[in-house]
């Protein structure tokens, strides 16, 4: 009997943490577009990550990453960097690498040039 009551004071606590907005709430449609940002914000999101993370990059270029996450929505960020790659069709936007080293120089962690892209990370899998 004691384990009945756990038990059902365990299943009523679950269900109470579970917010009924998230089990009513319609999926929301985004345009490609929107889309297309969502998922290069949670790429850049990753990449920075994953390079506060490794020794390689140097600690200024880790720190400017952090600054520009704590200034900058991920929003803009993505956005940013989609408009460069846009505009600049011989950079490849579906290298991990050339996104990392695009969105790296415009939050101003990493100077342009042409050894930019090799230190990037590779995203956590």
Do not use: W
């Not at 020794?55 to 460069?84: F, M, Q, R």
């Not at 080293?101 to 939050?107: E, L, M, S, T």
């Amino acid at each position: 009997m004691r384990h009945a009551i756990t038990l059902g004071l365990a299943a009523a606590a679950l269900a109470l943490g579970t917010p009924a907005v998230a089990q009513t709430a319609p999926a929301e449609s985004f345009t490609p577009e929107q889309q297309a940002n969502m998922d290069r914000a949670g790429l850049i999101f990753s990449l920075f990550a994953n390079a506060i993370r490794r020794d390689e990059i140097p600690g200024e270029e880790k720190n400017g990453l952090i600054a520009c996450l704590y200034s900058n929505t991920l929003e803009k960020l993505s956005e940013a960097t989609g408009k460069v790659l846009a505009e600049n069709p011989d950079i490849d936007a579906s290298n991990v690498v050339n996104v990392y080293a695009v969105a790296a120089i415009i939050c101003g962690a990493r100077e342009p040039g042409p050894a930019t892209a090799d230190a990037a990370p590779a995203p956590a899998q």
